[in-house]
């Protein structure tokens, strides 16, 4: 297990250390950076030379990202170009509605999709099977923009049960916490139920033909009681994988769901920083995400290790 | 009474006191309610900065200016100066001494406002990276202080610009000292009705109502301001009561504005756009040298299909390039009308019969994308094939505006960039940066913005503007009416705009 454990961290490092560079080049191909946005179109050359020579913009990339990721290491990551808030306090602000979000749409998904996947596996070749399958195609292909609009025209404009926007703290007022989420979950949650839901299904299909399953039911169990008892076990190792990648997507998912429902997440403060060129913001934000999916990474190497026997014992015979 | 039953009765008469008490008390409105004392307002942009002196975006007056942030005067809705935190203004003959008295007012922080603080923000103004603020105060020779409340501003010669700019941004006032302090770009300090409240970032800002204002004080305790850039999603928190004002809709929303225009319960108002909406081409294009090439692009232009799809209907066709409230020298003058068959002959003289292709990277914001279609529908109509590619509006700066060497044949832009800004020591393009130094051109504005004489002042303007649309550098197709939607039972929302801002300070409920 520790010999898991060392690999795995190091590969996370690693990863983390490219991926900010890989942010950082990128910020600075892209065109245009936070001098042209704050003088948008009355900007003079000098006007620019200026305030890029005010940021440090001016220096070599690689002083640049020295200067960055020295104050990373140091525990700083500075204050934005624009002075409005210091980063880290920012991030930290942020991550309380972000974190609800996503943990509660994988905490939603994962019972929903193991329920149905199942229920499609066990009916796969009859028509109840099929249309479940077919009801998570069309739950993959809804844009998030668009079922999030539709959910705010019924559940918020038409029926006026839930708000169309906004985020309460969940410190604050829990009710109104829940009641603001529910919206942005449902969409969040929507398109990740149905990888789940194919992923299981899948999964269980395969489970079902194993030899153990034969003797399961030779033994007098039913196919549904095997198939909840000894498969979905199985079927359910598979599925940790497959959430802790799916920790990306989600995150992904949260800039648009969060810019829509107006949640001061971290998604949409990378949304706005990314178009106003804050670069010290979303290389520092790209960072935490980063670790927080290289770390759900880790935690479910381990984690698998831990579910699956033969994972260990190939680790202990290397 | 016996003892045994004194303490039930005054438990029993307090408790009915409270609950008559309870009942006859009136619980404060809501907000969206009549009567609430806040107000929830939302606009699609959010200030990258709170700085003024580096943040040009209009982003950053939209909430600021006149609310918290005041100027010497103010811009009333026909153009003239109309007292703010200055009382009179006397201008010598020459048009080269400004002599401005000031009023008695208090800062946010507490501090007096003063005549040095005036001296001391004019000359932050003037060395201001923002080009707003900067441009016009740059004829000043010296701002001296004259007593606590008078100001003598000297010209380096007489300017137009500067007299207006009195009535603008650039001469907001901010208290001596401000600009070292740590508030900053943080928090700003001004006179104005609202102080600077919570700001949270990308989220909103919430304006307190100034106890000590000097002039009137607004109705609302409290203004959030919400920065909403999904406009959809906006007009939904409208619907749901949510949101009490929205203002200056610019992107999907403004194809939802017109059932709110018959709903009861919203009543909608068009701000008057202080900018003009235009085509710009690059003087560096070789084909786009040729006048009859630029005149074939300008006959090809149909204004109205293009408002229409790109602003909802909402904008004035125009061909000057004047924002059409304000400008006295604005007037129908038109050379070059919607003629395709003009347009295709035009070009066949200058030696296109087989078609041309520009490259035109636009904006993928607000009207631009939609503008594109209809433009380049239309262009194709002549002949004219445009590459077309979206770029964020940093990239777009970068590589089409702020830069002599820019990468376009022609593009679409809305700005509020004033004539005398144009010439090609200027920095508005296609002009700036020394790329189109027209000697004719240059001449018109660098002596129209020195004539002291209104009436010469307005008519050098006009040939001025005339000049720009004969020669089709630009070409202007529109000038917005930036549509809003409020709650029907608010009144005293403002029907014109000075600069950018919206005006919260006689907002109110009505009777």
Redesign the interface.
Known sequence: MIRVFIRSFTLMVISAFTGSVVVFVLLRSVGGDIATVMLGTRATQESLELLRETFGLNRSWVEQYVSWIGGVLTGNLGEAYSKQYVISTEIAQRLEPTLILTFGSLLISIPIALVVGLYSAMNFKRWRGASVDGIAQIGLAIPQFFLALVLVLIFAVRLGWLPATGYVSIFTDPVEALRSMVLPITTLSLGITAVFTRFVRTSMIEQMNEDYMRTAKAKGRTVRSAAIIHGLRNAAIPLVTTGALQIGALIAGSVVVENVFTIPGIGRLLLTSAVTREAITVQSLSLVILIIILTMNLFMDVLYGILDPRIRHKEARK | MKKSLKLPVLIAVALSTALLSSSLAVAAPKPGEVGSTTLRASHPQ?P????YL?????AFFVPTYLNILESLFETDSKGALKPLLATKLAVSKDGLTYTIDLRKATFHDGSEFTSADVVYSLEKNKTA????LSSPLAVTKSIKASGPSKVIVKLSRPSNSFREALGQPATMIAPSGYFESDN???KLIGTGPFSFGA?????DLHLNRNAKYWGTKPFFKKVIH?F???E???I??L??G?LDVVGMLFGAGVDQVKPFITDKKYQTFFWPSTSASYLFLNPKTTALKDIKVRKAIAHAINRKPIIDAAVGGYAEPGCLMVPTWTSPWNSNYCPYKFDVAKSKALLKDAGFADGLELDFPYLTLAEFPASFEVLSAQLAAVGITVKGRG?????????V????TPEYDINH?T?N?PLSTFGCKG??TPY??EALCDEKFESLIASSDSIVDPKKYVAAMKETANYVADQAWVIEIFSKNEPGIANAKLTGIAKARTSMEMDYRNIKWAK
């Open positions: 959010k990258t900065s709170w700085n580096q943040d040009g975006t209009s990276t923002n080009g707003l900053v770009g943080k700001f949270r970032q990308d989220i919400q909403r850039d999904d959809p999603a906006t939904s928190a619907k749901t949510q770029q964020d509006i940093a990239t777009w700066i970068a590589k505006w702020a830069t002599p832009i700005n960039a920095t508005t700036g940066y």
